[in-house]
């Protein structure tokens, strides 16, 4: 029973308790469930089964959650990780070109982990991990970032810098939405709120 645009411009608050659906409301958003055949949607102009393509979507739509952490090899390094989101591949990359080259440059200052590029994933702790998956998604130049309870239990160090990142960049993001259920951790530039 929700009904909801996200426009260009959007920088949206959804709040709710854990069990609220804020996670499944992010997976239609992406086009990643089975929802999205049985609910009256639009994506970019474009309805599922009639001319929308799944895979367009995702590529259109940046995640930032904890849990895919856990999704990508160890035996990644941190530019690799990035380079995946320019190239939108998961688990592996391809030989960069020179513009993708300059991309992985931009956001790796910007979220001031350059000298963090050949060290490999599986020795970044958690809050680490999740700034590198802050340049990924960032690299990837998303119409809409979906940022799901992303700032939960970072160090103070790595939240900061993330939140410069933002600052920084999040102009150049069409649409944004903060995913917490805690109100009080939300920045105060978003400029709309969902309860669910």
């Known amino acids: 029973h929700l009904s909801w645009s996200l426009k260009a411009g959007d920088r949206t608050l959804l709040a709710g308790p854990n069990g609220s659906g804020k996670s499944s409301l992010l997976a239609i958003i992406r086009g990643d469930h089975p929802q999205i055949f049985k609910n009256n949607l639009i994506f970019f102009g474009e309805r599922p089964g009639e001319g929308l393509n799944v895979w367009d ?91 799901d309870e992303t700032f939960h239990g970072l160090s103070e160090e790595d939240r900061d810098a993330m939140l410069r990142a933002l600052q920084g960049e999040a102009h150049l993001i069409p649409a944004l939405v903060w995913v917490t259920h805690e109100k009080k951790s939300a920045p105060n530039w978003l400029n709309n709120a969902i309860d669910l």
């Open 57 to 147: 979507l995702r590529r259109r739509v940046a995640l930032l959650s904890p849990e895919l952490q856990v999704h990508l090899s160890p035996r990644l390094s941190v530019e690799e990780v990035v380079l995946g989101g320019i190239q939108h591949l998961w688990d592996r990359t391809r030989q960069p070109l020179w513009s993708e080259r300059l991309r992985l440059q931009e956001v790796t200052e910007l979220l001031e982990i350059v000298e963090w590029k050949n060290r490999s994933w599986f020795e970044l702790t958690p809050s680490m991990q999740r700034r590198v998956l802050l340049a990924r998604a960032f690299s990837s130049q998303p119409d809409i970032l979906l940022l």
